[in-house]
């Protein structure tokens, strides 16, 4: 069965509240965390357990101090991956978070390198689509995200290759026009040395000057594919985080009896 909040440490289960308070929008980003006291008043719990609780909140990102003030609602900076889009996409109709906006950099026929050759499953120098876009919040550069698509795609869906926001992003788009559902996908999270000049990858072309940091240093990526439900892979994706960006997942887990 599962979880049973009431079940969780007190500070824990008064730190879930106040965080799920800051997801649904009831807390705001620099709103005032309730205080020590205020939470002993509350909640009838002891000194140690309501200090605890704002710890919790600054360790997950949720919480900042602030001198003079006392403890502020935040969001993490963390990154919303293309599998997290395609959740999304299929639940809410769009694939964005509250507040996220994204720029289209490119959208053309690119001839496969290996990397994306081997992806794909095709021959190295076929001509395949490239769409690269950064998605932007309130803080910034959240994500550097370049993806990969067959040729024979960009001929069946010829807005892939339009510098445009997609009505339906990639995902929703393929599905409509070729009934190509994406149903499996492989993440993998690495470090890897940021690209300058597209002499350097051309995959992905000046990545450096848009992430704001010198060609070379080495930076966070999430790396996406994805299969059709004919077992044919539709997609591959690299996103490079924006700095001070961290990757993280939520997930409920159950426990049997």
């Known amino acids: 069965m599962a979880d049973n909040p009431r079940a969780m440490a007190p500070y824990r289960r008064i730190a879930a509240q106040i965080r799920a308070g800051i997801d649904s929008g009831a807390i705001r980003p620099g709103d005032r965390i309730p205080s020590v006291r205020e939470i002993m008043r509350d909640e009838g719990v002891s000194t140690a357990t309501a200090t605890r609780v704002a710890a919790v909140l600054r360790a997950e990102g949720y919480a900042e101090s602030v001198p003079g003030i006392g403890t502020l609602a935040c969001l993490p900076k963390k990154i919303t991956a293309g599998s997290d889009r395609l959740r999304m996409l299929r639940v809410n109709g769009n694939g964005y978070r509250e507040g996220e906006r994204v720029e289209i950099l490119d959208a053309s026929l690119v001839p496969a390198s290996e990397e994306v050759a081997d992806a794909l499953e095709v021959e190295e120098g076929a001509s395949v689509v490239r769409r ?10 959240v994500t550097l995200s370049t993806s990969w698509l067959s040729g024979e795609l960009g001929r069946a869906v010829p807005e892939l290759l339009i ?3 997609l009505p339906r992003m990639t995902f929703g788009l393929i599905e409509d026009r070729t009934g190509r559902r994406a149903v499996r996908r492989r ?8 690209p300058g000049d597209a002499g350097d990858l051309g995959d992905f072309g000046d990545i450096a000057s848009v992430l704001g940091v010198e060609s070379g240093t080495p930076a966070l990526t999430m790396t996406n594919l994805y299969w059709d439900q004919h077992g044919d892979v539709t997609e591959y994706a690299v ?11 939520d997930h409920g887990l159950e426990q049997s009896s």
Do not use: H, K, W
């Open 132 to 141: 690269r876009r950064a998605y932007y919040d309130d803080g910034g550069l």
């Open 163 to 165: 510098a445009e926001p």
């Open 187 to 194: 993440d993998t999270v690495a470090i890897r040395p940021v």
């Open 239 to 249: 996103d490079f985080l924006g700095p001070g960006r961290e990757l993280s997942a």
